[in-house]
């Protein structure tokens, strides 16, 4: 089954919940389709702050978070978006930590966690 993106639109920020199974040799594709579309949602509702909560199977090769970190770079993501993350378990948050360092580094502000609940405190913290 492919990674589906089922959206839900809160008062203060947009949850996103990923789940599937990754495409092997298409993780690339398939993380610039996820994030084009998160894009696109963003722009809609008039979010920038957004909850992923990731419950994808599979591993996403660092070459391919790389190619999608580039990707969201050229998207119409403002640097005034703040992304919190959250894997499903210890593996899937490790499989995402590089994401995450990718896109820190074009300056995102966007961190990993293991709860909702501190994802959220976080992402609705007013200072950075």
Not at 26 to 50: A, D, F, K, P, Y
Not at 62 to 84: N, T, Y
């Amino acid at each position: 089954m492919p990674v589906e993106l089922t959206p839900r639109l809160q008062k203060d920020h947009l949850k996103i919940v990923l789940t599937g199974q990754r495409t092997l040799g298409q993780e690339g594709q398939e993380g610039i389709r996820i994030w084009t579309e998160i894009t696109r949602l963003c722009e809609v509702s008039n979010m920038n702050r957004i909850l992923v909560r990731s419950k994808i199977e599979g591993r996403i090769p660092p070459s391919s978070m790389f190619e999608v970190a580039e990707a969201i770079d050229k998207l119409s993501f403002g640097k005034d978006f703040k992304i919190a993350g959250v894997g499903s378990n210890q593996i899937e948050y490790a499989n995402l930590s590089f994401f995450e360092n990718c896109a820190s580094r074009l300056n995102y502000k966007i961190k990993l966690f293991l709860s909702e609940s501190e994802a959220l405190k976080w992402l609705l913290k007013k200072s950075c």
